[in-house]
């Protein structure tokens, strides 16, 4: 029988229940485990730590658990350089990217809306969601705790919040975009790129109000859908304005 002391900080502490939060969790094990078996049996995903120190050294995911130990979880840094310790998981490198489970289709528009190339389908199996985000090199959105402890991902968020607005928020802060945005540069519906289009192309699929009032346009080269800025636009923009302003208000 082993027994280790493990401590989880700051919004880990979300992911575990309220009587385990902000405390030292004492686990105890039969048989020869890893760190990483235990976190995620205590119910945090690997994709949401970053950093293990074990007795105060640094410690991998394979690390076996030891009796004794005192562990301690962090999540991902986003201020503070950690670089001179081991991370449990690669850099993410490049453009910031995402592909997001079935429950995320909102969110998904919304994070299209502000520019971010963002993979949805509503039939996505897991196995797909799983390989697409490790070929593609795509951050996994989800809110099924499973879906992220497949160990192909290796980047990965477990969305805390339940409403589409509040999770926009949450993931611009998380992986600080607040100054990334590039709003109404992609198809809400197909994630495709939006090409501006001369109006003598496209006049005679408008209605005549919208031919008559308004002179650009957009189109998505993927699924040919038309947008220009008419009151949904506005309404939009006005969101977007909101978004911006709150996502820097942390």
Same mark, same amino acid.
């Given at each position: 029988?082993?027994?280790?002391?493990?401590?989880?900080?700051?919004?880990?502490?979300? !992911?575990?229940?309220?009587?385990?939060?902000?405390?030292?969790?004492?686990?105890?094990?039969?048989?020869?485990?890893?760190?990483?078996?235990?976190?995620?049996?205590?119910?945090?995903?690997?994709?949401?730590?970053?950093?293990?120190?074990?007795?105060?050294?640094?410690?991998?995911?394979?690390? =076996?658990?030891?009796?004794?130990?005192?562990?301690?979880?962090?999540?991902?840094?986003? !201020?503070?350089?950690?670089?001179?310790?081991?991370?449990?998981?690669?850099?993410?490198?490049?453009?910031?990217?995402?592909?997001?489970?079935?429950?995320?289709?909102?969110?998904?528009?919304?994070?299209?809306?502000?520019?971010?190339?963002? !993979?949805?389908?509503?039939?996505? %199996?897991?196995?797909? !969601?799983?390989?697409?985000?490790?070929?593609? =090199?795509?951050?996994?959105?989800?809110?099924?705790?499973?879906?992220?402890?497949?160990?192909?991902?290796? %980047?990965?968020?477990?969305?805390?919040?339940?409403?589409?607005? =509040?999770?926009?928020?949450?993931?611009?802060?998380?992986?600080?975009?607040?100054?990334?945005?590039?709003?109404?540069?992609?198809?809400?519906?197909?994630?495709?790129?939006?090409?501006?289009?001369?109006?003598?192309?496209?006049?005679?699929?408008?209605?005549?109000?919208?031919?008559?009032?308004?002179?650009?346009?957009?189109?998505?080269?993927?699924?040919?859908?038309?947008?220009?800025?008419?009151?949904?636009?506005?309404?939009?923009? %006005?969101?977007?304005?909101?978004?911006?302003?709150?996502?820097?208000?942390?």
């Amino acid at each position: 029988m082993k027994r280790a002391h493990f401590r989880f900080y700051a919004e880990l502490n979300d !992911l575990l229940p309220p009587p385990r939060q902000g405390i030292t969790i004492v686990h105890t094990v039969e048989n020869t485990v890893s760190l990483r078996d235990v976190i995620e049996a205590l119910g945090v995903p690997h994709t949401e730590v970053d950093l293990i120190l074990v007795n105060g050294a640094s410690a991998d995911f394979s690390r =076996q658990m030891q009796d004794g130990d005192r562990v301690s979880v962090y999540p991902v840094f986003r !201020l503070l350089d950690v670089s001179p310790v081991t991370r449990v998981r690669p850099r993410f490198e490049g453009e910031t990217r995402f592909v997001l489970d079935v429950h995320l289709g909102r969110l998904a528009a919304y994070l299209r809306m502000l520019g971010f190339d963002s !993979l949805y389908r509503n039939d996505h %199996h897991d196995e797909e !969601l799983a390989q697409i985000s490790a070929s593609e =090199q795509r951050i996994l959105l989800s809110r099924d705790r499973g879906l992220l402890r497949r160990s192909i991902v290796t %980047h990965g968020y477990l969305v805390r919040e339940p409403q589409p607005r =509040q999770q926009l928020l949450e993931v611009l802060r998380r992986f600080n975009l607040s100054r990334s945005l590039a709003p109404f540069r992609r198809c809400l519906r197909c994630n495709a790129p939006l090409q501006a289009v001369a109006k003598e192309l496209i006049k005679d699929r408008l209605l005549p109000n919208t031919r008559q009032s308004y002179d650009e346009f957009q189109l998505c080269p993927e699924c040919d859908r038309v947008y220009w800025k008419g009151p949904h636009y506005r309404r939009m923009k %006005h969101m977007v304005d909101s978004i911006s302003g709150a996502s820097r208000s942390v």
